[in-house]
């Protein structure tokens, strides 16, 4: 489309085609522009979301290995309080035999004792 305007030295042609090619242009730049920038905020936002996440993921790994570690302390002081108990019952074991011995040799005395004496009435 053109158009004929005045001008200080004379008539002159506008070709308004030309401006709205500019204008389209202009246009596509700041949609370009726009578009850009939509794209930059959402990666950073997805990276800050992802970041977060991490940290979330980290945290929730610390509170479990900790969990775990408070679980390990426990058994390892249990196993050591039976290990003490186990040591305590070998002790009693031990003077029960030695007391079980004592008994059997009494008993083999006294039986022996006992078969002197049969023998002695049998004559």
């Given at each position: ?31 370009s522009v726009n578009q850009y920038h939509i794209c ?84």
């Amino acid at each position: 489309m053109r158009e004929s305007r005045a001008g200080p030295k004379g008539p002159f042609i506008v070709d308004k085609t030309a401006e709205r090619e500019d204008k389209t242009c202009e246009h596509r730049a700041y949609s370009s522009v726009n578009q850009y920038h939509i794209c930059i905020r959402a990666l950073f936002f997805g990276l800050r979301n992802n970041k977060r996440a991490d940290v979330t993921e980290i945290e929730r790994k610390a509170t479990e290995t900790a969990t775990i570690n408070v679980k390990l302390d426990q058994i390892g002081t249990d196993v050591r309080d039976i290990k003490y108990d186990i040591t305590g019952l070998k002790k009693d074991v031990q003077g029960l035999n030695e007391r079980m011995i004592i008994v059997e040799q009494s008993t083999k005395s006294a039986h022996h004792r006992l078969d002197d004496l049969a023998e002695e009435k049998e004559k």
